[in-house]
């Protein structure tokens, strides 16, 4: 018998069905194969900053007003529910805080009663600034490192190795295909990474992304690399040196077979891309290895 969980998710990816709205449901699955949960959505790419005062009286549901800069290509839609693992899974908007105070965003993720932060990827970079990527960096370092289950991917991973310090370049030309993962001694035993596999096998990630994370921020842990990437992986660690249950991923893990396919069929995705993706990764393993450590709390 599992327990409830609230999750809030960093959604960036609204205008790719497949790999957005497709992507959170692979996020949340292993939750609701355990117990009933529930996600909040935040969208602060679309959102003014004017409406994120709103956030200061708690949950406060998004309307249309509050996102003047969402493209009417993609619906917008303030709460839906999906069936996932034979539940009924409740999807909903919230207004967020846009400012770049760290105590205050913390104060807000506890008021929201938050079991868990994602944030996803973006077809946004963070080596071509945004002013949202602000209140953003601000909202994942502080649930980070406040002790919260938190988990970066891809632009998310960036924005938080960047938030911590880290340096941030953009390549000539983008990285797509599957890669295994070159772990580092603290990779090989990291809950996160490994917990789904036996001893020394082979773990291995999808990766679509042309910015890349250049150092290791000084209270992370560097977990693992590829051959075209050289910080694929990291953990956040507090103050003393503790791990915190906080990680940055330069791969996709939400990347299901089925959401690969439908996003080709859409042309989310290039023909090359899609040739690029075939093979098996162990994106289904780490995202229940990120469930188990949220749930367990």
């Known amino acids: ?70 493209d009417d290509e993609f619906p917008f839609w303030q709460s839906t529910s999906v069936e996932l693992e034979g539940r009924e899974v409740s999807f909903r908007r919230i207004v967020m805080p846009m400012h770049e105070d760290d105590t205050r965003m913390s104060d807000w993720l506890q008021t929201m009663d938050v079991d868990a932060v994602v944030c996803s990827g973006s077809r946004r970079n963070v080596s ?21 289950p938190t988990l970066g991917i891809c632009f998310g991973h960036q924005l938080l190795c960047h938030s911590l310090g880290a340096t941030i370049e953009r390549a000539d030309s983008l990285s797509s295909g599957i890669w295994d993962l070159d772990l580092t001694d603290e990779g090989s ?11 020394g096998a082979c773990v291995a990630g999808l990766f679509t992304h042309q910015d890349h994370v250049m150092t290791v921020p000084d209270s992370c842990e560097l977990l693992s690399k590829t051959s075209h990437n050289g910080v694929t992986a990291v953990r956040v660690h507090s103050e003393d040196g503790g791990a915190l249950p906080a990680w940055g991923l330069q791969f996709h893990p939400e990347a299901a077979r089925a959401r690969i396919e439908r996003a080709f069929e859409w042309g989310h ?29």
């Not at 035993?189 to 001893?199: A, I, K, M, P, Q």
């Not at 995705?269 to 450590?293: C, M, N, P, Q, R």
Request: aromatic share 6%; charged share 25%; with cysteine.
């Open 1 to 70: 018998m599992g327990r409830n969980a609230r999750v809030l998710m960093v959604d960036l990816l609204v205008e790719r069905a497949a790999f957005g709205h497709g992507g959170n449901q692979e996020v949340v699955r292993p939750f609701a194969a355990r117990g009933e949960v529930e996600l909040l959505l935040v969208t602060p790419q679309m959102q003014s900053f004017e409406a994120g005062t709103k956030s200061e009286s708690g949950e406060v549901a998004l309307s249309e007003e509050d996102v003047p800069l969402w």
């Open 128 to 148: 071509m600034w945004e002013d949202w990527m602000g209140p953003t960096a601000s909202l994942v370092r502080a649930s980070a490192l406040s002790g919260r």
């Open 269 to 297: 995705i290039t023909e090359e891309e899609f040739s690029s993706f075939k093979g098996e990764h162990d994106g289904a393993g780490i995202l229940s290895s990120f469930a188990s450590v949220v749930l367990s709390r």
């Open 189 to 199: 035993c990291d809950e996160l990474l490994t917990s789904h596999v036996l001893g």
